[in-house]
């Protein structure tokens, strides 16, 4: 199994960037596609972006196409989302997901996941 543990989360204005990370415990990292999910106040949790397991394919919703980029090193077992021009539709608890060893980035977007963190609160303020 995998323990996953985010970071990074904060209170930020209109227009800035954060960066979130996601640190995970366990030998399978390197062998899960992973990503990364919002649930904004009052809402479902919501798919963001995958990244596969080692060959950089990349899946992001319309939302945060251009904004935000997904990246992981798997030698340092660690998941990152990089958020750029955050606006106040941004705000939420963002959570890192990990899927099933073996499986794709796809099977992540469509909520097959293992592994959920424990979730980091990101505000935008306007």
């Known amino acids: 199994q995998v323990q996953l543990v985010e970071s990074g989360g904060g209170l930020v204005q209109a227009g800035d960037s954060l960066s979130l990370s996601c640190a995970a415990s366990?030998?399978?990292?390197?062998?899960?596609?992973m990503g990364w999910f919002r649930q904004a106040p009052g809402k479902e949790r919501e798919f963001l972006a995958a990244?596969?397991?080692?060959?950089?394919?990349?899946i992001y919703t319309d939302g945060v196409k251009g904004r935000f980029t997904i990246s992981r090193d798997n030698a340092k077992n660690r998941l990152y989302l990089q958020m750029n021009n955050l606006n106040v539709d941004d705000t939420g608890v963002y959570y890192c997901?990990?899927?099933?060893?073996?499986?794709?980035?796809?099977?992540?977007?469509?909520?097959?996941?293992?592994?959920w963190g424990q979730g980091t609160q990101v505000t935008v303020s306007s």
């Open positions: 997901a990990a899927g099933r060893e073996f499986g794709l980035a796809v099977h992540i977007k469509n909520q097959f996941v293992a592994t």
């Open positions: 990244i596969s397991r080692n060959d950089g394919t990349t």
């Open positions: 366990g030998r399978t990292f390197s062998n899960r596609a």
